[in-house]
């Protein structure tokens, strides 16, 4: 049941993070607008969920569901058991472990150097004091978008917001979402920022759509829980 629970799960992440990366103007390969014009059409938002899609269906077989969870954990036992006889040693561990940690270095290195480029708005090879400022009030808003993301994958393994795309786009309800399910959700969900119906999302709709979802998330922390906790906390 667990694993079914956190499949179903990250089936919903998968939905709701192809609409916030729509709805919000992410920097980095994260974003959909692939061509730096600020403006995503659907095009560019289905190749993004589609790759999405692609790395979530890990046996390849056009469909979300438990069975992708059980062949990434074979994936994974198979990269470890480097002799190929079923077990691991622990020497073969210890490299694994080893691996992984290497991969993150090589993340935090390669973020390191895009957070750099983003505040080094100018390009100069140095960061001002005046773009210190603009790279923390851009933060502030990031900040409230993860909070959102993180709330929706709570709030769908507890029936949330996560659960309802996810009941939304597995339209039999046979508990599999199917790559015709995914890409009808991420259609609708363009459709719904791009409320002008012109096939394209501009700035003013992506902000749009991220003062409606800071609203949203302001209204479940001021419900009675909210209220109940101090009306400050995060469900």
Do not use: C, Y
């Amino acid at each position: 049941m667990r694993k079914l629970t956190l499949t179903i799960s990250a089936a919903a992440l998968a939905l709701g993070g192809a609409g916030i990366a729509v709805a919000a103007h992410q920097a980095g390969d994260r974003s959909p607008d692939t061509n730096g014009d600020g403006i995503i059409t659907l095009e560019e938002a289905q190749a993004k969920a589609n790759e999405r899609f692609t790395k979530m269906d890990a046996n390849a077989d056009g469909q979300l569901d438990m069975t992708d969870r059980e062949a990434k954990r074979a994936e994974r036992f198979s990269a470890a058991d480097t002799d190929g006889d079923g077990e691991l040693t622990q020497a073969e561990m210890t490299a694994a472990r080893e691996a992984r940690d290497a991969e993150r270095a090589q993340r935090h290195a390669a973020r390191q150097a895009e957070r750099f480029e983003r505040l080094d708005t100018d390009g100069s090879g140095g960061v001002s004091e005046a773009e210190l400022i603009a790279a923390r009030e851009n933060r502030g808003d990031a900040r409230g978008e993860r909070r959102g993301q993180r709330s929706e994958m709570r709030g769908g393994r507890r029936g949330g917001k996560g659960m309802r795309m996810l009941r939304q786009a597995d339209t039999n309800n046979d508990k599999i979402v199917t790559r015709a399910e995914f890409d009808a959700a991420v259609q609708a969900r363009f459709a719904r920022v791009d409320t002008d119906s012109s096939g394209t999302i501009t700035e003013e709709e992506r902000e749009a759509a991220k003062s409606a979802m800071r609203e949203r998330r302001s209204e479940r922390r001021g419900g009675p829980r909210g209220d109940q906790r101090g009306g400050d906390r995060s469900l």
